[in-house]
């Protein structure tokens, strides 16, 4: 019988008419462990014996004859059939695992017995509810004192320091106020009107809290001493900053109809353009709203959030 070398053959060894098995080829020892469904093919393997074949190898007649490693090889293939957890219990656990009822149990811990519960006895007050509730944040209680009025809304104090334009609409803003608007948006409109002040604006009223804080908590000279009076500042001279062809960093801050604005003035602008004729009515459009060239750096130090910070700590005591 002749017939071409199957290629998962050539790995095995090949031997010649005279070649003889081993004496120490023998079963594994592992059958008895196997599934029943393998012990079968396994044990055929190992018993029935097969007889030579002739095959064509290199074009030379070649006898072969089923020796012990090709035994071995067979017996590997069917293993690999095996699973991962019969894998384990044949041959890490040294034999199959024990049925699950001879298995050892842990005994349960006994759980402690639930509190008794409270009697109320006649005439004491009901036990205080929980700081938060279980439903969830959103759902528990704001923990406000019963009777506690709450901080007035009203306008800042330095409103009244500022110049009579900016005042004016500071007001009106107020005055236009909604029943239903909450005062923390009526603070952020306020606020954006005088952060975006011209410079002379804002450094005038800087200067102006600086003398009264100055008045308030430096004390009075005696007649004794002699005060020499204070050197005045060199004026600060800065350069124009340098206008970028693109929306302020500030837009956030500005009211949305001059934000909208704003956003035409460069709508359809593609980089790499000239942008000179739209830098130029971008700044006549702030200008127009009384705001300065300078609001390009970084914001000046707001005096806002100074007068706001005692009404905060009077609202957050009464509470």
Not at 46 to 59: I, K
Not at 172 to 179: D, L, M, V
Not at 183 to 200: A, D, V, W
Not at 224 to 231: D, E, H, I, Q
């Amino acid at each position: 019988m002749s017939r071409i070398l199957p290629i998962f053959l050539l790995t095995l060894p090949i031997l010649r008419a005279e070649s003889l098995e081993k004496d120490d080829c023998r079963r594994p020892a592992y059958l008895p462990q196997l599934p029943q469904r393998l012990q079968g093919e396994v044990l055929e393997i190992w018993t029935d014996p097969e007889p030579e074949t002739t095959l064509t190898y290199a074009d030379e007649p070649v006898i072969f004859k089923p020796c012990c490693e090709w035994r071995m090889s067979r017996t590997k293939l069917l293993l690999s059939k095996l699973s991962r957890a019969e894998y384990y219990n044949i041959f890490l656990r040294h034999g199959p695992s024990p049925p699950r009822t001879t298995a050892r149990v842990a005994p349960a811990r006994a759980r402690p017995a639930p509190p008794a519960p409270l009697r109320e006895r006649p005439g004491t007050p009901p036990p205080p509810a929980p700081r938060y509730s279980t439903l969830g944040r959103s759902q528990a209680q704001p923990r406000v004192r019963a009777g506690a009025p709450s901080a007035p809304c009203r306008q800042p104090a330095t409103v009244a320091r500022l110049p009579p334009a900016v005042r004016a609409r500071i007001r009106a803003i107020w005055r236009r106020r909604s029943p239903g608007m909450s005062c923390g948006e009526m603070h952020r409109k306020t606020k954006q009107i005088m952060i975006n002040m011209p410079l002379r604006f804002r450094a005038a009223l800087g200067r102006s809290r600086q003398r009264t804080i100055y008045s308030t908590t430096t004390p009075k000279p005696s007649m004794k001493t002699t005060t020499k009076p204070a050197a005045k500042p060199a004026p600060r001279v800065t350069a124009a900053p340098q206008l970028d062809c693109k929306l302020p960093h500030f837009l956030s801050r500005l009211e949305p109809a001059l934000q909208e604005k704003l956003r035409r003035v460069w709508t359809g602008f593609k980089q790499g353009e000239d942008c000179a004729e739209r830098v130029k009515q971008q700044l006549a459009i702030l200008k127009a709203h009384d705001i300065s060239v300078e609001s390009f750096r970084m914001p000046f130090p707001s005096l806002y959030d100074d007068d706001l910070t005692p009404m905060r700590r009077r609202s957050s005591r009464r509470a």
